[in-house]
């Protein structure tokens, strides 16, 4: 059974941090580029950040960028969200997404929520 477990979600003041987790299972990680999205109450699911399979090629959302960090672990097939200076328009839901390289198979966390008081 594939597994996405997410972790480390809570409610942080303004200004402040979080790392999120996500610990992978049942498909081959190293294939598969990693994703964080989020969703915030009445609006679409937004691509955060990404990382290659192979960790070396990150991207993030303009919103984001320069506070967010994704990074991956293959030999434990991990991936993280280091938020950092988090704002009050950070809240959201946050989702772990995988994507095979070939395939396109897609597979989807939980979401933790990451509430960011003003």
């Known amino acids: 059974q594939v597994q996405l477990v997410e972790s480390g979600g809570g409610l942080v003041q303004a200004g402040g941090s979080l790392r999120l987790s996500c610990a992978a299972s049942?498909?081959?990680?190293?294939?598969?580029?990693m994703r964080w999205y989020r969703q915030a109450p009445g609006k679409e699911r937004e691509l955060v950040a990404h990382?290659?399979?192979?960790?070396?090629?990150?991207n993030y959302a303009d919103s984001v960028k320069g506070r967010f960090t994704i990074s991956r672990d293959n030999a434990n097939n991990a991936v993280y969200l280091q938020m950092n200076t988090l704002k009050p328009e950070d809240t959201a839901v946050y989702y772990c997404?995988?994507?095979?390289?070939?395939?396109?198979?897609?597979?989807w966390g939980q979401g933790t929520q990451v509430t960011v008081s003003s």
């Open positions: 990382s290659s399979s192979a960790g070396g090629s990150t």
């Open positions: 049942g498909f081959t990680f190293s294939n598969y580029a």
């Open positions: 997404n995988a994507r095979g390289l070939r395939t396109g198979a897609v597979y």
